[in-house]
């Protein structure tokens, strides 16, 4: 861990700031928790981010306890896939293991740095009111619900970035978890394109395919930047819309998920 970088952050909050926080010089913060910190763990020290710089900052904790649900949701689904008798087939355990593993400490992250702020896990229904009824019997179905849970959540961290703009640290810490459920979502996507038997599904989205359309709504977007990229360099449709990602909005997410959560 870069003890000097972690101490440069706190500084730059402190200037984001000013007149919010405590500590106003750098001798100070180090007499205060300088003989500390070489043992705190990084979670312990976005802690002390959130509850310091941004205890007044509503918007850094509401988007913060929108992604833990995401990820309450992706860790109890992960746990109960790879808890289930002969679901997962042996050749992409190891996958499924190590993206619960991930999950768990997305999930141990984000309520570390919450801490007292932090919601309570949900009860789920992972069948969707009966729309997936075998997903823990059928691996088809279970890796389709996957691929459907990763795209969401991409999308939905991509949304959250211009809420957190003000909050630069917290953005940060958000777009690290964001580019690993990113790698998540496009290998769960590989393995549905030989379960499903359907060629047209890679890693990447093209146009707005996808198993659930409300997931994929937009993707199918053609301007970047305010720029219409329609036929640029001669490529086809499909090739621009895969080489851009859109973002879904909380209101989007919350339709999509929000038949998963019972309570």
Do not use: C
Request: aromatic letters at 10%; charged letters at 20%; hydrophobic letters at 45%.
């Amino acid at each position: 861990m870069d003890i000097f970088k972690i101490i440069d952050d706190f500084q730059r909050i402190d200037g984001d700031a000013a007149g919010r926080l405590e500590y106003a010089t750098r001798r100070h913060f180090m007499s205060k928790i300088g003989s500390k910190l070489a043992t705190v763990a990084v979670p312990t020290v976005f802690a002390s981010i959130v509850n310091k710089a941004f205890a007044q900052s509503a918007t850094a904790i509401e988007v913060l306890n929108y992604a833990l649900t995401l990820e309450y949701l992706e860790d109890e689904f992960y746990k109960a896939g790879n808890a289930a008798a002969n679901l997962i087939p042996a050749s992409d355990k190891a996958i499924f293991t190590q993206i619960g593993k991930h999950e768990t400490q997305h999930v141990a992250f984000l309520v570390k740095a919450l801490g007292a702020q932090a919601i309570k896990k949900p009860t789920f229904d992972f069948q969707y009111g009966g729309a997936f009824g075998d997903v823990f019997t059928n691996y088809k179905t279970f890796v389709t619900v996957s691929s459907a849970l990763e795209d969401t959540g991409v999308r939905a961290y991509k949304g959250q970035a211009t809420a957190l703009k003000a909050d630069p640290q917290i953005l940060e810490y958000a777009l690290q978890v964001h580019s690993v459920e990113a790698r998540h979502a496009a290998v769960v996507r590989r393995l549905a394109a030989t379960v499903t038997a359907n060629p047209a599904m890679k890693g990447w989205i093209t146009g707005k395919e996808g198993a659930v359309p409300a997931i994929y709504a937009g993707e199918e977007n053609m301007t970047q930047g305010g720029v219409n990229l329609k036929g640029l360099a001669s490529k086809s449709d499909a090739a621009v819309t895969e080489a851009f990602d859109e973002p879904l909005t909380k209101a989007a997410v919350l339709a999509i998920a929000g038949p998963f959560i019972k309570a």
